[in-house]
């Protein structure tokens, strides 16, 4: 009997030690699956992207209400809270033609139907030669992700501006990791994936905004956290906005041109 009762310690002893042995299919997770996509060739839109602009007309497209960007925070956060609901957008009249877009200087910005919040993003642009401009004159548009934070558009690729202004920069406040830019005149790319901030039911801030850049390709912001909107003037901060926004290029009286873009919401 004592040595059945034994034996049967034995089993147990040695069946609690191999059930805590850790198996490599412990770790294994196999569900959910990650959804299937097709991606596209090259930097074609992949199987379930929202594509804003194929080429052929500004659709996707609509006359800004809130277009604020000159100025301090405080101005650029009451005109935003001084959107009328009512307002009636017209249609986006830049220039289409050969498969792009162009700034039509002086009609303004343009942005998109559509409201975005996390996102991947993928956009083509093409900042025209010249003789005479320079700085932050020199082919100038924008990026402003839900109209408020701006990657910024510029010739730079020998044209000197101050480091936080140039192409790859959000504007303002982070310099880009490296020039990456190509001549005027030459297409480039800009790839972003964006964590749009979250906010507290107060208006508090929950969650900072994240923006990660490849600018030709190449890394120019990795992860980096966005301290607020971007401001012309002085410091910048976060207020409460909604959870997606439309996306907006700049006028910057410069006739910079598009194609290609596409989104991915997050
Ligand atoms: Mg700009």
């Known amino acids: 009997m004592k040595h059945i009762f034994l034996f049967l310690l034995a089993i ?4 609690i030690a191999f059930a805590q042995e850790p198996k490599p299919e412990d770790t294994e997770v196999w569900e959910p699956q990650p959804q299937k996509v097709t991606p596209g060739f090259i930097y074609a839109p992949p199987s379930d992207a929202i594509v804003l602009f194929d080429g052929r ?5 609509q006359k800004p ?3 604020s960007e000159k100025g301090t925070l405080k101005e650029i956060e009451q005109d935003f809270a001084a959107m009328d609901p009512n307002f009636e957008h017209g249609s986006a009249d830049w220039l289409v033609e050969d498969g792009s877009f162009t700034v039509v200087p002086g009609t303004g910005a343009i942005e998109t139907k559509r409201k975005f919040g996390d996102m991947q993003l993928h956009i083509e642009w093409l900042c025209p030669q010249s003789e005479t401009k320079t700085g932050q004159n020199y082919s100038n548009s924008g990026l402003f992700i839900m109209g408020l934070y701006e990657l910024q558009i510029l010739n730079n690729y020998k044209s000197k501006t101050y480091a936080n202004g140039q192409a790859g920069a959000i504007y303002k406040q982070k310099i880009p990791l490296v020039n990456a830019s190509r001549p005027p005149g030459e297409w ?3 790839d972003v994936i964006f964590t749009a901030p979250r906010f507290n039911k107060d208006g508090s801030l929950d969650s900072p905004a994240y923006i990660t850049v490849f600018h030709n390709g190449v890394l120019v912001q990795n992860h980096v956290k966005l301290d607020g909107p971007t401001a012309y003037i002085g410091k910048t901060y976060y207020f409460m906005h909604p959870q997606k926004m439309p996306i907006r290029l700049q006028d910057h009286d410069n006739p910079v041109r598009f194609r290609n873009i596409w989104v991915r919401a997050l």
Do not use: P
């Not at 147990?12 to 069946?15: A, E, I, K």
């Not at 007309?57 to 497209?61: F, G, Q, Y």
């Open 12 to 15: 147990g002893t040695f069946n």
């Open 188 to 190: 480039q790319m800009y």
């Open 57 to 61: 007309d500004l659709s996707e497209w």
């Open 65 to 67: 209400q809130f277009k």
